[in-house]
Nanobody
Framework: QVQLIESGGGLVQTGGSLRLSCAAS????????VAWFRQAPGKEREFVGA????????YYADSVKGRFTIPRDNAENTVSLQMNSLKPEDTAVYYC??????????????????WGQGTQVTVSS
């Protein structure tokens, strides 16, 4: 069992930046593909971005492309979601998800077995 823990959420003004982190309790995320999803109140959970286990492939939803990136640190202890130029419509609970292997950046929830509890991001207008 892999326990994922997100951190870094909070309140930010429109145009601001936040960096979320996803860590695996007691282990690294080396060898895991990782994705970020979000769910706004009253809406379905939606894909935000994903990165392959190697870090060579990443993919982003159109709504965040050019604003969000997923950096992986060298030690693979954490995988982050760097969010720039935030908009009120980015307000949601953000979840990281992970699963071993995978050469692509998978975009479906079903492609990930392990999920964090989520962290709230609120963007004020």
């Amino acid at each position: 069992q892999v326990q994922l823990i997100e951190s870094g959420g909070g309140l930010v003004q429109t145009g601001g930046s936040l960096r979320l982190s996803c860590a695996a309790s007691g282990r690294t995320l080396r060898g895991f593909r990782v994705a970020w999803f979000r769910q706004a109140p009253g809406k379905e959970r939606e894909f935000v971005g994903a990165i392959s286990w190697s870090g060579r492939t990443s993919y982003y939803a159109d709504s965040v492309k050019g604003r969000f990136t997923i950096p992986r640190d060298n030690a693979e202890n954490t995988v982050s979601l760097q969010m720039n130029s935030l908009k009120p419509e980015d307000t949601a609970v953000y979840y990281c998800a992970a699963d071993p292997g995978g050469s692509s950046a998978y975009t479906r929830s079903a492609d990930y077995r392990y999920w964090g509890q989520g962290t709230q991001v609120t963007v004020s207008s």
